[in-house]
């Protein structure tokens, strides 16, 4: 079946510096979700990417999706402690999306 | 607006226990879904079900039966409760686009289960 892996699995950062988390897939993803989990809360949506090669913005993060719909990342410019919490990617195209592990990030004041 | 609801929040078990863990949402989604959420392993998937009538195994289904009689409820039950079984358990449900694929979900709060 449809596996994604996600890395790393935890990042620590100062504040201000900046975070990437990648996931990879092994076979070509029709769809890309992306959600934030805050320590001790549930899994929120953050967005969906469907168009090969497309960059969405949200404030200071940024998605992008591959151009051969393998691989997708979530950049986030100038972490602030706010951001703390798990990334989770999900590759679409199914009834049901499958999750990566997440990126645990970890920002210190 | 209570999107999905989970019952309850916390539960410890003895070994051998059974019990149902709660689930309901009131958006009118076709799609809806257990998960168990254990450090370091990310959201797996136990069972899922595609609309009332319809369930189907994850990739953790062991232990653990489902039931969808009406779109609103998807209760997971723990047939015999195993110390493995101690975990956060997460429902959530999702409407389905025009090719049938689920789209964003929404998850419930959670419930923490221990067995001990």
């Known amino acids: 079946g449809q596996q994604v892996m996600q890395i790393p699995q935890y990042q620590h950062v100062q504040e201000g510096e900046d975070f990437t988390t990648y996931c990879n897939s092994s076979t070509t993803l029709s769809n890309i979700q992306w959600y934030k989990q805050r320590p001790g809360g549930h899994p929120v949506f953050l967005i969906q990417?469907?168009?090969?090669?497309e960059v969405k913005k949200q404030k200071r993060l940024t998605f992008q999706f591959g151009e051969a719909k393998k691989n997708s990342s979530l950049h986030i410019t100038a972490t602030q402690t706010t951001d703390v919490g798990t990334y989770f990617c999900?590759?679409?195209?199914?009834?049901?999306?499958?999750f990566g592990r997440g990126t645990s990030l970890i920002v210190h004041p | 607006n209570a999107g999905v609801t989970q019952t309850p929040k916390f539960q410890v078990l003895k070994t051998g226990q059974s019990m149902t863990l709660q689930c309901a949402q009131d958006m009118n989604h076709e799609y809806m879904s257990w998960y168990r959420q254990d450090p370091g392993m990310g959201l797996r998937l136990i069972h899922y079900s595609v609309g009332a009538g319809i369930t189907d195994q994850g990739e953790v289904p062991n232990g653990y039966n489902v039931s969808r009689s009406t779109t609103e409820d998807f209760p997971l039950r723990l047939l015999s409760a195993a110390p493995s079984q101690t975990s956060v358990y997460f429902c959530a449900s999702s409407y389905s686009n025009r090719n049938n694929w689920g789209t964003e979900a929404f998850f419930g709060q959670g419930t923490r289960l221990t067995v001990v």
């Open positions: 999900a590759g679409g195209g199914s009834y049901i999306p499958t």
């Open positions: 990417l469907v168009k090969s090669g």
